[in-house]
């Protein structure tokens, strides 16, 4: 069983998180915790109509009622009867919770929105989902705003063929490509001087794993990573991007850098990250 944290805002971006993911794993048996944090710290007329509560009683009131109005809605509009549905309400910083509840409910996959209430249309990631993709410890979803849930017929895997890339990394998207009966387009950039076989090995390997799922390799080549890959999600239209991260990677320099509006990121695309640290766990089955 897949257990599956999607943080709330209760924006719609949010709920349209929530719903991708339900709709991402729709037919598996899953329980999602919808999680809320809430740091109070000014009064107003309305909490003091409850006087005889503490401003972390009112907080938790009112925030365990909109989860459940999250939890009403989301099996309303996409019913399944092998999901379920928790509720986190707590007095936390979001990204420090977000570890904590992986840690202690062996989360495999957080999925999140890209943009909160305030998002702005012209930002690629909010705050918030910029510091969850660094500092993630299992796999993590980002869900552009208003994107639609489509099935992700094709998945696109950019990788740059590191050694300390596990098969209990990539499990992830093998599942999901078994879902959906995916092709997984594999990805690789590289420039004019590159030798292919300095990574034959690693590239058997993947394709050893993927033996079993619809999937293809790409060899591009570009003088950047990052306008390699935006330039050819511009020309296949891949319904999900998916890389690994490692620490001190190109993905820094993809997505915390002005190159990604230069090039003109596409923002209608969903994002997985999935971290490699020599830390982290298997996931899960």
Known sequence: MKKILVPTDFSENSFNALKYGVNLFAGEECTFYILHTYTPALYNAEFMAYSNLS????????????????????????PDARHSYKKIGCFALLQDEIKNQVTEKGIDMVIMGTQGITGAAQILFGTQTIYAIKEAICPILAIPAHGEFYKPSNLLF??????????????????????????????????????????????????????????????VRSETVAEGIINFQKEN??????????????????FFRPVVDKVGFHLSTPFMVIPVFKSLNKIRQ
């Open 55 to 78: 401003l972390d009683e009112i907080y938790r009131i009112r925030v365990n009622k909109s989860l459940s109005q999250v939890v009403s809605r989301i099996q309303k509009e996409v």
């Open 237 to 254: 239209y891949p319904d999900v991007l998916m890389m690994v991260r490692h620490k001190h990677s190109f993905f820094e320099n993809l």
């Open 158 to 219: 950019a990788t740059d063929f590191e050694p300390d890339v596990t098969m209990d990394h990539l499990k992830i998207i093998k599942d999901i490509a078994r879902i959906h009966k995916s092709t997984i387009h594999i990805l690789h950039v590289v420039k004019d001087s590159f030798s292919y076989d300095d990574q034959e090995k690693n590239k058997n390997n993947l394709a050893e794993f993927f033996a079993d799922s619809n999937h293809e390799f790409h060899l």
